[in-house]
């Protein structure tokens, strides 16, 4: 983890021109068939029991997946740019937690990698913005935002997440 450097720093705007707004041309940012194959890769991962099978089909799709990764059912990648996330060894995505690695605004699109580090843990429901670090062995409560890079061993729970105790009590 970059300790000086923020989320919105290694975020890459990307300007959409006229009217509309950035999703109504996404066809420029990226190939409707590649979509589509990543669409259907990431439903497999989300409905498969097989931690096996999703490591290696996250891995088809260009997402970085570190060994004994723990994807939970229904959990969701980024279906546009699987290829700026990477999951380190032993981490664990928990159910419906959804990675972002894109943002689609008015006048721009935004990418930026994500990094889930070693045994960090993503809990149930939580959403990763793009951009965002979370340290080894850091962990994020179910259902919560996370709009800002998690310290390693670091806990964080809300919305916006906001840092918690040590986590080293169970109270």
């Known amino acids: 983890m970059t300790e000086d450097r923020t989320r919105h720093d290694r975020i890459r705007r990307h300007p959409t021109p006229g009217a509309g707004n950035s999703l109504a041309s996404w066809t420029a940012a990226k190939h409707p068939v590649r979509i589509v194959i ?9 409905i498969s029991p097989s931690l096996r099978l999703k490591r290696w089909l996250l891995r088809r799709i260009g997402t970085t997946v570190g060994e004994g990764v723990s994807w939970g ?33 008015q ?7 994500v990094v889930i580090g070693e045994r960090a ?4 429901g939580a959403i990763v913005l793009p951009g965002v670090e979370v340290g080894a062995d850091a962990r994020v409560a179910a259902n919560s935002l996370v709009t800002e890079d998690v310290p390693p061993g670091g806990t964080v729970a809300g919305v916006p997440a906001r840092p918690m105790g040590s986590g080293d009590d169970d109270a």
Do not use: K, Q, S
């Open 107 to 113: 006048d721009e699109y935004r990418t930026g990698e």
């Open 38 to 46: 990543n669409y259907v890769v990431v439903w497999l991962v989300r």
């Open 73 to 105: 059912l229904e959990a969701t990648p980024d279906v546009f740019w699987p290829e700026l996330l990477t999951v380190e060894d032993y981490a664990i995505v928990g159910y419906d937690a959804t990675l972002l690695c894109h943002e689609f605004l």
């Open 121 to 124: 843990m993503i809990g149930a």
